[in-house]
Every structure is written in C-alpha cells, then in structure tokens.
C-alpha cells in the first residue's frame, strides 16, 4: 500500500517570500503520479500541481514548483511570491494503480500568510 | 460551470438517526469517489464507483454504504451515525485522474451527530 506523509502540520511565510512544504511518500510501484492540491477554508480542494514519475523533470505551474527526488522519495513544494490568497491547508497526494486507481492522501500543512 | 455539487454543506444529525448525503456532478465522469475528512487526519478514501461497479474500502465500516443511481449522482447513507462518523464528508469524481486535472473536488458536507 501507498502512504504519504506530510511532516509539518503548519507552516507560516510573509506575503512575497517563498515556502516549502514538505512530502515523502513510500510505493512499491514503478509508474506513479504524485500531486499537490490546495484547500481554502470552506472551499473545495483544487489541484495545484502533478508529477509523472517517470518524469525526470520537475513540474512547474507559475509560482508554483516542486522538487521530485525519487530515489529518496521527496516531493515537495515551493510557492515563490506567496500571496494572501495561497493560505490554506495543502495535501500531497499519490496515485495507486493496478484496478481502480485512487488518490492516498497525507495528512496536510496548513499555510498561513502573514501580510 | 461543469462542477461537482454537494448537498447539503451542513448536516446536523441525531445519534443512531440514519442520514444521506448527495453528491451530483455534470463533468460525465465515470468515477466517483467519497472520502472522510476528520480534523488533522488525511482524507481517508470510503468507497468509490467505477461507472456501476462498486469498490468498498477494506477498512470502511459497515455502517456507511453508498448508491450511484445514475452518471450523475452518487450518496452516501450512513445507518446509524455515531459520534466518531463527524466529519468532512467530500465527494470527488475523474475521468482518468491521470491526467492534468486529476480529480474534482467538491466542497464538502460538514456532519456533525449530536
């Protein structure tokens, strides 16, 4: 089975400056897919940003990046020029295969960002 | 908008009271999936359908169950809601989560078992 943990429940960073969170994950698979959604407060979870495994390159959507190290299994998370509008809880994601496939979740930062 | 609607946002139930949560979409996606959201815990995947085809968590109580009558709507009935059922209960839906897009989300029922 798939797990993904997320090892900072909270973090903080002043409106403009840059973050990371962090995320390990553990599969026996060869082919993944890894992703980075973002829930606002009371609002639905959106996709921020997904990597394919076999993708040596690392994803990059806008201030938003990621650093894939695969062999240590690390998939984290940079926002470059944080804005008010990125506070919210951030869940690393991993997607199983085989049958049915299906998001295994780790347990979230949440981002406050202080103007 | 094509979108992912939950109903309601707010759930108040009785303790031992059956309730139903619904979820409909208009993205025509053959997967739908519900989760349970508890405060400081990863989303925990319930059940999901693949088109009529369901799939139940191995560790999903048996006290929830859930009925997709159509493409569209998909609920989630729990018998006999306990105090540990109060949670953010999210319904998501994809049509290959693969690709860019992965799943939609909706925004949640919030139950609370009184």
């Known amino acids: 089975a798939q797990t993904v943990t997320q090892s900072q429940p909270e973090m903080s960073v002043q409106e403009a400056e840059t973050v990371t969170l962090s995320c390990t994950y553990d599969?026996?698979?060869?082919?993944?897919?890894l992703f980075w959604y973002k829930q606002p407060p009371s609002r639905q979870m959106i996709l921020v940003i997904r990597?394919?495994?076999?993708?040596?390159q690392n994803a990059t959507e806008n201030r938003f990046s990621v650093n894939f190290q695969k062999a240590a299994k690390s998939f984290s998370l940079k926002i470059s020029d944080s804005q008010l509008g990125d506070a919210a809880m951030y869940f690393c994601?991993?997607?199983?295969?085989?049958?049915?496939?299906?998001?295994?979740f780790g347990k979230g930062t949440k981002l406050t960002v202080n103007p | 908008d094509a979108m992912v609607i939950q109903n309601p946002r707010y759930q108040v139930t009785q303790f031992g009271k059956p309730v139903t949560l619904s979820c409909s979409q208009t993205?025509?996606?053959?997967?739908m999936y519900w989760y349970q959201q508890k405060s400081s815990q990863a989303p925990k995947l319930l059940f999901h359908?693949?088109?009529?085809?369901?799939?139940n968590e191995a560790d999903t109580p048996d006290n929830f169950q859930s009925r997709r009558p159509n493409t569209s709507f998909c609920f989630l009935d729990i018998r006999s809601p306990g105090l540990g059922d109060a949670a953010m209960y999210l319904c998501?839906?994809?049509?290959?989560?693969?690709?860019?897009?992965?799943?939609?989300f909706g925004s949640g029922t919030r139950l609370t078992v009184v």
């Open positions: 994601a991993s997607l199983t295969q085989g049958g049915s496939e299906k998001l295994v």
């Open positions: 359908y693949y088109d009529k085809d369901f799939n």
């Open positions: 990597q394919e495994a076999y993708k040596q």
């Open positions: 998501a839906t994809s049509r290959d989560p693969r690709r860019v897009g992965g799943y939609t």
């Open positions: 993205l025509n996606h053959n997967v």
């Open positions: 599969t026996s698979e060869s082919d993944y897919y």
